[in-house]
């Protein structure tokens, strides 16, 4: 029987999300086995290495077996939380990774929690207020903004208020051998984030006004506004009560999609800063050709993804209920 | 002033020993000619000690008549430039040390080598912790240490230290896998508490002592590791050199204090901090703003160069490259390239003085050796292939290569020239190779891979994945590990030899080189080995780029250049030396 209601709605997106991390998986694995070149011969860069000590390696790595035995051993590796040694680092790569995470979530979070609100509210007032200068205004600021791209738009800003103003520092987390502690450390953080979140938001905010005002142009011509006029609701109560809340929810559904391109834009903001997070890994990992570094941060981002758009799945079932019911019957 | 003394005290000897000379009756038997010598060489260490004293008693008097004596200031804070790529992420004992170009910059400042080579112009061999030693054949070797050198925890560093990283650490990772530091299995003998002897598995000559570039560990923090030493996590990092590691951020930045214990005496600088940039860009604002006093690593771009020349408080430090760059030929595989006229041809018709100006910016020498121009050994009668197309023509007509169809190429000298996607400007110049040579009806065609398949192929020439490539290495003065390129593989050169050359004089010459303990007949294998290189051209040398160094001279003074620049692998003297203004 299968399952009604919320619990089932759910079920049901879990088990694709995992189906989906599945197949992400297989396709990690096969990737970086399609490269050309023998991986264990690039661990050495010092060509002196023996025949016996390749044999060593290749067995150590599991590479001497038939690739769908390769793929056993990654898939039991993996359950065990093991995503390998990397070349680079010659650390575990979950250590290497989850040193790095919380410095992107600081970043990320804060400004994607900016750029969404900021974003709704400007594209709700712009589509209020559609046809109006302030309208004008807006959509021609988001439409720049969204075309830049978030590494030209950074290194603009750092120019600009690093280099020639000096208002603020040209990267990093922190001030580089400063020894500041507690509260002095933190409102440090904050100095330093600050253009790196600018950069973030600048970047999704466009989105985020675009699709809020067409949805709202849209939602304002339906006839349940034109019914909240009649019955004389003040106009900011049919903005709140029945106009956003309805147009909102076409832009829940581009915040998961668009999570998916944040990680782009997250490497690029945090290589221009210097930022130590995980995007500026990845960017490292390539340049390093740390093959289990990358399988590991794309599997990690990957995750991270799928996570949040079955996060935003289950509330976009819980705001409009039309979506579980109508599917579960 | 001093050399005038000096002078006047060889005039003194000589006229001693004149005198001896004349009033003696002619010293008949060798017996009485050492005697003689002996008696001169006493003379001499009394007017050594004689000058020394005017010297001393000099500098009290100058002292007592409030004379300004030159000064060298103690402070300030050095701060260091490096993208992050180059970065530093962890303080493991592995190939990073060697490999990551913080990593190699970092090491020298914390730990003491056995001896260090010193700066340009002469790259003299230097005393650091050993003070002396001693070899016969260059392959059992004894160094006698200071007995004033302390680890940063306050453990004095002894025989027992040096016999330790001997013993363990060409074992840490591939990473210090040198012939000169190769022992035999328990020849490493600690002696009594400053003097350590150890026979090498081959000899090294006597050029250069034993044990090059190698960090001394501490024994007391390392032993528990020695069975895989990436086990340590070596946070501390404790050395027994100039600097302390204060603060160390992956990813950020590296902190280091001056060493107030140190045997030599602390550093001028307070602090050492090598810091992160994402990008170059923000290195270069870095420095014009005058967050970072220099770049860490390799210089700025040619097309940067000119950014910060003129500027205020700035100066540009251009210096002789340390990077050597050739054609690495395939002469395994079956093609025309095994023919040494089509790689002669090739090395005529290449114009390097235009492809430095086009790809480098001027910014670039020619070279025709491993060995560097300026080093002693470097032979100066070598064949130079300058740019000649009508000659590199005759070269080919002759041998046969003609244009059958018309189509301006000619047949068979079709090749493939490989070069890695990160070396920016040696794609620029392999472009205009490919175009130079069209000239000579030779059809180049360009492959351009990432770094670490590209050594890969060419690190392994006869699975024929490559015809030729576009190669570099940092040889360094101290350069003989770079001969092994040359060694065949018939004679054990698997590994380095890209090219699968195979030349049994020089294999010999090779040999007998690094056998060779004396200087002067060493230099001569070194000769005859350049000279058969140059003549058999499995690598065409092409040139060096420069090391280009926009530093800040508002606070600091004295950063010492050497080949390379003010801050390499070979050089961590700007941090020994520079100081405040």
Known sequence: MPLKGFAGFATRKALAAVTTIFAIICLNFLIFRLLPGDPIRMMFRDPRVSAEQLQLMTEKFGLDKPLWGQFLAYLQALFQGDLGISFWQKRAVLEVIADRIPQTLLLVVTALTIAIILGILLGAISGWKSGTRLDTFILTASLSMYSIPAFSLGIILMLIFAFYLSIFPLGGISTPASGFTGLGYWRDVLWHMFLPTISIVFWYIGEYVLLTRSSMLDTLDQDYITTARAKGLKEFAILRNHALRNALLPVVTATGINLAFAVAGIIEVETVFSWPGIGRLVYDAVMKRDYPLLQGTFLVFAVAVVLANLVVDLIYGFIDPRIKVGKAE | ?581
């Open chain 2, 1 to 581: 002033m001093r050399t005038k003394k000096g002078l006047l005290s060889l005039l003194v000897v000589a006229l001693l020993a004149l005198s001896l000379v004349t009033a003696c009756p002619a010293p008949t038997t060798t017996e009485e000619v050492e005697q003689l010598n002996a008696t001169i060489a006493d003379l001499e260490a009394q007017l050594a000690a004689a000058n020394a004293t005017i010297v001393d008693l000099e500098a009290q008097l100058a002292a007592a008549m409030g004379e300004p004596a030159e000064e060298i200031a103690y402070g300030g804070r050095l701060d260091v430039g490096f993208t992050a790529g180059e970065g530093l992420e962890t303080l493991l004992c592995d190939s990073n040390w060697q490999y990551t170009e913080m990593g190699c910059v970092f090491w020298p400042l914390v730990y003491d080598q056995l001896w260090i080579m010193g700066p340009a112009p002469d790259y003299e061999v230097l005393p650091m912790l050993a003070t002396s030693w001693e070899t016969e054949d260059g392959i059992t070797w004894t160094f006698y240490l200071r007995e004033d050198a302390v680890f940063h925890d306050g453990v004095p560093v002894t025989a027992e230290d040096v016999a330790f990283t001997i013993e363990n650490l060409p074992n840490a990772d591939p990473a210090w896998a040198f012939t000169d530091i190769i022992t035999e299995p328990g020849s490493v003998k600690v002696i009594d508490d400053y003097t350590v002897e150890f026979t090498l598995e081959q000899s090294i000559g006597t050029r250069w002592p034993a044990a090059y570039w190698a960090p001394i560990l501490p024994k007391h923090i390392w032993e528990p590791y020695t069975d895989d030493m990436l086990s340590f996590s070596n946070d501390e990092a404790i050395g027994s050199g100039p600097y302390k590691l204060k603060e160390f951020k992956a990813a950020q930045y590296v902190w280091f204090e001056a060493n107030e214990d140190y045997w030599g005496g602390r550093p001028y600088l307070d602090e050492v901090v090598f810091r992160t940039y994402g990008s170059e860009d923000a290195q270069y604002m870095a420095l014009k703003s005058g967050e970072a006093d220099m770049i860490g690593y390799l210089g700025c771009s040619a097309v940067a160069a000119e950014d910060f020349i003129g500027l205020e408080d700035m100066e540009v430090i251009v210096s002789p490259g340390i990077g050597l760059q050739w054609l690495s030929f395939n002469l395994y595989k079956d093609t025309p390239l095994q023919d040494l006229e089509v790689r002669k041809a090739i090395m005529y018709g290449i114009d390097r003085d235009r492809v430095i100006e086009m790809a480098f910016l001027g910014y670039a020498q020619t070279a025709d050796s491993f060995i560097y121009p300026e080093v002693a050994e470097h032979n100066p009668n070598l064949p130079q292939y300058a740019y000649d197309v009508d000659l590199a023509n005759e070269i080919l007509d002759n041998a046969g290569y003609l244009d059958s169809d018309g189509d301006g190429m000619r047949d068979d000298l079709t090749f493939e020239l490989l070069a890695p996607s990160d070396w920016t400007d040696e794609l620029k110049a392999a472009t205009l190779i490919k175009e130079q040579l069209a000239e000579i009806g030779i059809d180049i065609s360009l492959t351009v891979l990432d770094l670490d398949t590209y050594y890969e192929y060419i690190y392994t020439p006869e699975e024929e994945e490559y015809e030729i490539a576009i190669a570099t290495e940092e040889p360094g003065p101290h350069g003989e590990w770079m001969w092994e390129f040359c060694r065949s593989y018939e004679a054990g050169g698997e590994g380095w030899n890209t090219a699968y050359w195979a030349n049994p004089d020089f294999d010999e010459a090779l040999d007998a080189m690094l056998a060779e303990v004396d200087v002067e007949q060493r230099t001569a294998y070194l000769y005859e080995m350049q000279m058969l290189m140059a003549e058999d051209l499995p690598y065409g040398v092409l040139y060096r780029p420069d090391l280009i160094n926009p530093v800040r001279t508002d606070e600091f003074e004295g950063y010492v250049e050497t080949m390379g620049g003010i801050s390499t692998w070979i050089n961590p003297w700007t941090y020994f030396e520079l100081h405040l203004k």
